[in-house]
Protein backbone atom coordinates (compact mmCIF):
# COMPACT_ATOMS: atom_id res chain seq x y z
CA UNK A 1 0.00 0.00 0.00
CA UNK A 2 1.28 3.61 -1.16
CA UNK A 3 1.92 5.64 2.46
CA UNK A 4 3.43 9.48 1.90
CA UNK A 5 4.85 11.07 4.25
CA UNK A 6 5.09 15.03 4.34
CA UNK A 7 7.68 17.16 5.90
CA UNK A 8 9.44 20.98 6.25
CA UNK A 9 6.22 22.59 7.47
CA UNK A 10 6.91 25.00 10.57
CA UNK A 11 6.64 28.49 11.63
CA UNK A 12 7.70 31.39 8.66
CA UNK A 13 7.33 35.48 8.62
CA UNK A 14 4.63 36.42 6.09
CA UNK A 15 7.38 36.93 2.80
CA UNK A 16 9.20 34.00 3.88
CA UNK A 17 9.58 30.73 2.33
CA UNK A 18 9.44 26.97 3.41
CA UNK A 19 10.20 23.83 1.31
CA UNK A 20 7.63 21.05 2.06
CA UNK A 21 9.04 17.21 1.25
CA UNK A 22 6.77 14.27 -0.25
CA UNK A 23 8.71 10.73 0.58
CA UNK A 24 6.07 8.04 -0.87
CA UNK A 25 6.82 3.87 -0.26
CA UNK A 26 5.13 1.46 -1.49
CA UNK A 27 4.95 2.32 -4.54
CA UNK A 28 6.83 4.38 -7.36
CA UNK A 29 6.21 8.37 -7.83
CA UNK A 30 6.24 8.60 -11.63
CA UNK A 31 2.86 6.30 -11.60
CA UNK A 32 1.51 8.98 -10.08
CA UNK A 33 0.07 12.29 -10.41
CA UNK A 34 1.14 14.23 -7.57
CA UNK A 35 -0.10 17.03 -6.22
CA UNK A 36 -0.61 19.09 -2.31
CA UNK A 37 -3.83 20.29 -1.17
CA UNK A 38 -4.00 22.67 2.14
CA UNK A 39 -6.87 22.50 4.58
CA UNK A 40 -7.53 25.71 6.92
CA UNK A 41 -9.32 25.68 9.95
CA UNK A 42 -12.78 25.86 9.20
CA UNK A 43 -12.42 25.66 5.57
CA UNK A 44 -12.46 22.66 3.08
CA UNK A 45 -9.37 21.68 1.67
CA UNK A 46 -8.09 22.81 -1.46
CA UNK A 47 -5.99 22.16 -4.11
CA UNK A 48 -2.51 24.04 -4.16
CA UNK A 49 -0.04 22.65 -7.26
CA UNK A 50 -0.46 19.41 -8.90
CA UNK A 51 2.50 17.13 -11.11
CA UNK A 52 1.52 15.29 -13.82
CA UNK A 53 3.38 12.05 -14.74
CA UNK A 54 5.29 13.61 -17.07
CA UNK A 55 6.68 16.24 -14.82
CA UNK A 56 3.96 18.81 -16.51
CA UNK A 57 3.33 21.37 -13.35
CA UNK A 58 -0.23 23.14 -12.62
CA UNK A 59 -0.78 25.78 -10.14
CA UNK A 60 -4.21 27.38 -8.28
CA UNK A 61 -3.99 30.90 -9.41
CA UNK A 62 -3.40 31.84 -6.06
CA UNK A 63 -0.24 30.07 -5.81
CA UNK A 64 1.42 30.86 -9.15
CA UNK A 65 4.44 32.71 -9.55
CA UNK A 66 5.24 31.48 -5.93
CA UNK A 67 5.38 28.40 -5.34
CA UNK A 68 6.81 25.68 -7.61
CA UNK A 69 6.12 21.77 -7.67
CA UNK A 70 8.58 19.67 -8.78
CA UNK A 71 9.35 15.78 -8.32
CA UNK A 72 12.59 13.35 -8.39
CA UNK A 73 11.03 10.09 -9.44
CA UNK A 74 14.60 8.66 -8.14
CA UNK A 75 14.32 9.74 -4.57
CA UNK A 76 10.29 8.75 -4.81
CA UNK A 77 9.76 12.15 -3.33
CA UNK A 78 7.65 15.52 -4.45
CA UNK A 79 8.89 18.95 -3.35
CA UNK A 80 6.30 21.95 -3.14
CA UNK A 81 9.02 25.23 -2.66
CA UNK A 82 6.97 27.92 -0.76
CA UNK A 83 8.29 31.68 -1.50
CA UNK A 84 6.48 34.68 -0.49
CA UNK A 85 4.18 33.29 1.86
CA UNK A 86 1.04 34.76 3.40
CA UNK A 87 -0.45 35.12 6.20
CA UNK A 88 -3.94 33.38 4.80
CA UNK A 89 -1.80 30.26 3.98
CA UNK A 90 -1.20 29.02 7.14
CA UNK A 91 -2.94 25.68 6.78
CA UNK A 92 -2.10 22.19 7.10
CA UNK A 93 -0.60 20.89 3.91
CA UNK A 94 -1.41 17.49 2.94
CA UNK A 95 0.29 15.37 -0.05
CA UNK A 96 -1.36 13.14 -2.59
CA UNK A 97 -0.58 10.58 -5.07
CA UNK A 98 -3.31 9.85 -8.06
CA UNK A 99 -3.59 7.53 -10.72
CA UNK A 100 -5.29 8.90 -12.92
CA UNK A 101 -4.51 12.26 -14.95
CA UNK A 102 -6.45 14.87 -13.39
CA UNK A 103 -5.07 17.78 -12.51
CA UNK A 104 -7.01 17.16 -9.28
CA UNK A 105 -5.32 14.14 -8.21
CA UNK A 106 -7.77 11.93 -5.92
CA UNK A 107 -6.01 8.72 -4.15
CA UNK A 108 -3.30 8.28 -1.35
CA UNK A 109 -3.41 11.17 1.30
CA UNK A 110 -0.38 11.80 4.05
CA UNK A 111 -1.30 13.50 6.69
CA UNK A 112 -0.12 16.56 6.41
CA UNK A 113 2.33 19.26 7.68
CA UNK A 114 1.39 21.96 9.45
CA UNK A 115 2.43 25.80 8.02
CA UNK A 116 2.49 28.84 10.47
CA UNK A 117 2.93 31.71 8.44
CA UNK A 118 2.83 34.94 10.47
CA UNK A 119 2.19 38.42 9.73
Known amino acids: QVQLVESGGGLVQAGGSLRLSCVVS????????MGWYRQAPGNERELVAS???????YYEDAVRGRFTISRDNDRNTVILQMDSLEPGETALYYC?????????????WGKGTRVTVES
Open 96 to 108: IAGQSNSYKPSGC
Open 26 to 33: GGTISSYT
Open 51 to 57: ISRGSTP
